[in-house]
């Protein structure tokens, strides 16, 4: 069974500082895909980033960044130059693939929230 | 197209009532899932539906529960005789079968926050 872990319940970060918000997983596939979504007060889950397993770059998108470290089984995602509206609840996912169904679920961690203070 | 739309987004409702959710995904979308998320934790899988085919539930899926995807365009979530425990948010996702890594991630809608008195 596949497992995340986020061990930050929160997180605070000045205004234009950058910050690491960590994520362990668990699983025994060899192929994988990791996500990190946002979650602001209206609850809707949005997509940031996706590391594949054999991606032999970390991914990054715009002022987000993911430090994949595939031997320590962690996906910490790095938001730089925090923004006011950067404050959100932060998902760790993990791909949980069906290969009989095709489904392609998610597996979450319990979430980091984010307060960037001005 | 606007993205995944999900109705009402907040349900009041007394304990034993039936309640239904209503998910409208990207149009060209052919997977589509239902998540319930509960205070402080993150989204667990309920169901999963490839056009109009239910084809996984979740064991957190009781006989309570039922979802359909008529057509394989919109779908719904039934649930019976409601719990308090039933209390969470009700998050639907779509996605696209073809292509790989990022290609397949998933589209969320708002959600439904459901309360149980």
């Known amino acids: 069974a596949q497992k995340i872990t986020q061990t930050q319940p929160g997180m605070f970060v000045q205004e234009k500082e950058a910050v690491t918000l960590d994520c362990t997983y668990d699983t025994s596939d060899q192929s994988y895909g990791l996500f990190w979504y946002k979650q602001p007060s209206s609850g809707e889950m949005i997509f940031l980033i996706y590391?594949?397993?054999?991606?032999?770059q970390n991914a990054t998108e715009g002022r987000y960044s993911l430090n994949f470290q595939k031997a320590r089984k962690s996906a910490n995602l790095v938001i730089s130059a925090s923004q006011l509206g950067d404050s959100a609840m932060y998902f760790c996912a993990m791909r949980d693939v069906r290969m009989d169904t095709g489904r392609r679920a998610l597996t979450f961690g319990s979430g980091t929230r984010l307060q960037v203070q001005p | 197209d606007t993205g995944v739309s999900q109705n009402p987004r907040h349900k009041i409702t007394k304990r034993g009532q039936n309640v239904t959710f209503r998910c409208d995904p990207i149009?060209?979308?052919?997977?589509l899932y239902w998540y319930r998320q509960t205070l402080g934790q993150g989204p667990e899988f309920l169901t999963y539906?490839?056009?109009?085919?239910?084809?996984?539930k979740s064991r957190l899926l009781s006989d309570r529960f039922s979802a359909e995807r008529p057509k394989g365009s919109f779908s719904t979530l039934e649930i019976q005789r409601t719990e308090q425990g039933d209390s969470a948010m009700y998050l639907c996702?779509?996605?696209?079968?073809?292509?790989?890594?990022?290609?397949?991630?998933?589209?969320f809608g708002q959600g439904t926050r459901l309360t149980v008195v």
């Open positions: 149009s060209e979308h052919n997977r």
């Open positions: 996702a779509s996605s696209l079968t073809r292509g790989t890594g990022r290609r397949t991630e998933a589209f």
């Open positions: 539906f490839q056009n109009e085919a239910q084809l996984e």
């Open positions: 590391q594949g397993s054999y991606d032999e």
